[in-house]
């Protein structure tokens, strides 16, 4: 088994139009690293559509319409302040989507070791029945849902080390115990939760909070203290990766000062805490990250890692 790697050409082609962070060359650039030679071993595949049903089980079937019919003939239109969408960003959602359940696929069939799915839009924010932060249709949840429907597991965890906090995720989780969410974050910064002492339903919300300014030593700290034990103490079936690499120190949308190595260390974490849990079951999914250099050479580090682990 090996790591497999998902994307489609039309998740670059959603546009938020010029000057906006979540750019299309944020994709490029991902897909120009992985082609080097040291991921001539990765296994590739292509994002499919995702079923409509299965988004609409996930999030408002009213929104859900709601977002098909405003999506524009040419240009972009505003969902929120920061949220926009052009001609392809319909069929680009549910690739995103789609890929997600490709890689649920092939972990939970064996067929790979884990995977990263290199999607855009983006989904940790967006909720039950509001896109907002750049996200469309929570990809991390959606493929919670169909991890557990098709294949009859119950508990599914999410990780999440995106810089932002992933209110949507922790809102799509908060009242089911056997979904875990787990954040380590900038707080306060966009979009103004995640506050620790917002635990969910059964304590099955761990927020961990970071000033800004916080480098390698207090996000080792966050993890010895309060992610792995977190983690393996709820023991997933699943675990999924919310891989946003917007806490590197060069991106200019937040105030962390993590480095490349750091988001090897905290795979390597990752994957010790999927071998011991659930029979190395892992699929990360792409969040932020917006300085381009730093997110190909941190995507670089998490994808060596994953392919070692």
């Not at 995640?194 to 304590?203: E, I």
Request: charged share 20%.
């Amino acid at each position: 088994m090996a790591t497999l790697f998902v994307t489609h050409r039309t998740c670059i082609e959603h546009d938020p139009g010029p000057g906006h962070p979540e750019q299309p060359d944020r994709l490029r650039v991902i897909q120009r690293v992985l082609e080097g030679e040291e991921f001539m071993f990765l296994h590739r595949e292509e994002a499919v559509r995702a079923d409509i049903d299965l988004v609409k089980r996930v999030h408002d079937p009213a929104y859900v319409d709601g977002v098909f019919s405003r999506i524009p003939a040419n240009g972009a239109v505003s969902l929120d302040g920061d949220t926009y969408i052009s001609p392809a960003s319909g069929e680009a959602a549910l690739r995103a989507a789609g890929g997600c359940c490709v890689a649920v696929d092939a972990v939970m069939e064996g067929h790979e070791r884990n995977a990263f799915v290199g999607v855009r839009p983006p989904g940790h924010h967006a909720e039950y029945e509001r896109a907002m932060g750049f996200c469309l249709f929570n990809n991390a949840v959606i493929a919670a849902h169909y991890a557990r429907e098709k294949y009859g597991i119950k508990r599914v965890a999410v990780m999440d080390f995106d810089v932002h906090h992933g209110n949507g995720t922790q809102d799509l989780f908060y009242n089911d115990p056997d979904l875990f969410y787990c954040s380590t974050h900038q707080w306060p910064l966009y979009p103004g939760t995640g506050d620790p002492a917002d635990r969910g339903c059964a304590n099955n919300i761990l927020n961990v909070a970071l000033p800004a300014g916080a480098g390698t030593e207090a996000m080792k700290t966050a993890f010895h203290d309060y992610v792995l034990p977190g983690l393996t103490g709820f023991n997933p079936e699943l675990l999924i990766i919310s891989a946003g690499f917007d806490a590197h120190r060069n991106d200019p949308l937040a105030g962390l000062s993590l480095v490349e190595n750091d988001f090897s260390w905290m795979t390597e974490q990752l994957l010790a805490v999927a071998s011991q849990c659930c029979d190395n079951r892992v699929v990360s999914i792409l969040e932020g990250g917006y300085d381009l250099p730093s997110l190909a050479s941190s995507v670089v580090a998490h994808v060596r890692a994953l392919m070692m682990g």
